[in-house]
């Protein structure tokens, strides 16, 4: 089959189409043949295998995994015998290793079926946000209907959920975006918006029972001049060094927060069925909006993802297999 395959861990550079052999089905798998691969910073973070921290998972000194991706839309192809809830030729989407390729083995409880709403490459972008955004709003923030959430990144990949989500959930969201974002956080339900270079937000003026943070390089000493005495502190976001990507940030958050008022909390995502059939849910209930996506074929792969480094292309990127 076609794929995109990695030997070593880099970026746009180190990938490369090659033909590769189709695998053998697990009894506890399925075969998806892929419809479309997102291109997202978590499918980076896999093939540059920085921060160098998650080597100690994603292999030490290659990746494990040659062919980068870790989510997909596609068509159920071959199902393993010890596998229920799924048949041959249904549409599904999820989180998977190597979605760069034809087909890809993908685990029953980390997919979904596809939203009858969204087209193959709106699904095969959803799963890497709707893991960080609808678990920061649903199982970490509990937000509550008529509290003030700040959510900074708001029309990024994963915050474009988070602010739909919380608006969903009943909240007064307020996202922090750049200045050429301002009228999408509008259109995805932001009551207030923020523009980065303009504002502080941290400066105090507002206070909020919750922050989501998604941009993920703010000082936690200066979020926390923007929370309530009694708020919450989401970090979802850690960008930072290639050793350890900023978790320094979001553990010295962790132990400050047995101490004080305020409740300081990170999160790594998980990967799973129900956070995707809560996406469902909210999809067919008109509240998140599908995303707005722009396609590369699969022999594109490499321009994709410089792209995606460059910030290049507003949209969320994909690849058409
Ligand atoms: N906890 C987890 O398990 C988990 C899971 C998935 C992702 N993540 C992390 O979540 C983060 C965001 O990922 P993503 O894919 O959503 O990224 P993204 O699509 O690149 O979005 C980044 C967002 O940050 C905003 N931003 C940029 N500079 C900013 C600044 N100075 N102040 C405030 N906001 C700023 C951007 O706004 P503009 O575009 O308007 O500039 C954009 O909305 C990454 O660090 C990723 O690793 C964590």
Not at 31 to 49: E, N, P, S, Y
Request: net charge neutral; charged share 20%; aromatic share 6%.
């Amino acid at each position: 089959m076609k794929a995109i395959v990695q030997d070593h861990y880099g970026n746009a550079t180190s990938i490369r189409f090659d033909d590769i052999d189709r695998p053998p089905v697990p009894d506890d798998k399925v075969l998806v043949q892929v419809v479309a691969a997102g291109v997202d910073r978590g499918a980076l973070h896999f093939m540059t295998g920085q921060p160098y921290l998650m080597r100690l998972g994603t292999g030490l000194r290659t990746p494990r995994v040659r062919v980068p991706g870790v989510s997909y839309a596609g068509r159920i192809e071959a199902v393993g015998a010890n596998v229920t809830g799924f048949a041959v030729g249904d549409e599904v989407y999820g989180a998977a290793r190597g979605t760069y390729a034809e087909y890809v083995l993908a685990s029953p409880d980390k997919m979904a079926h596809k939203p009858t709403q969204l087209t193959s490459d709106q699904a095969a972008v959803l799963p890497y946000a709707a893991f960080a955004g609808l678990q920061a709003v649903a199982d970490h923030a509990k937000v509550q209907p008529g509290e003030r959430v700040l959510v900074i990144g708001g029309t990024g990949a994963v915050g474009s959920v988070v602010v739909q989500a919380a608006k969903a959930a009943g909240a007064e969201v307020t996202a922090v975006t750049g200045p050429h974002n301002q009228d999408a956080a509008t259109d995805l339900g932001a009551d207030h918006t923020i523009d980065y270079t303009q504002a502080d937000f941290t400066d105090g003026t507002h206070t909020y029972d919750v922050i989501i943070d998604v941009f993920g390089r703010t000082p936690t000493r200066k979020l926390r001049r923007a929370l309530t005495p009694s708020g919450r502190l989401i970090i979802a976001g850690g960008e930072g060094d290639r050793w350890i990507g900023g978790i320094q940030r979001q553990l010295g958050a962790v132990l400050l927060n047995p101490f004080i008022g305020q409740s300081l909390r990170m999160f790594l995502a998980k990967e799973n069925t129900a956070t995707l059939e809560h996406m469902n849910g909210l999809i067919a209930a008109g509240k998140v909006q599908p995303p707005h996506t722009h396609t590369y074929p699969l022999v594109d792969a490499a321009n994709a993802v410089h792209d995606l480094e460059a910030a290049a292309t507003p949209g969320r990127l994909v690849l058409t297999v």
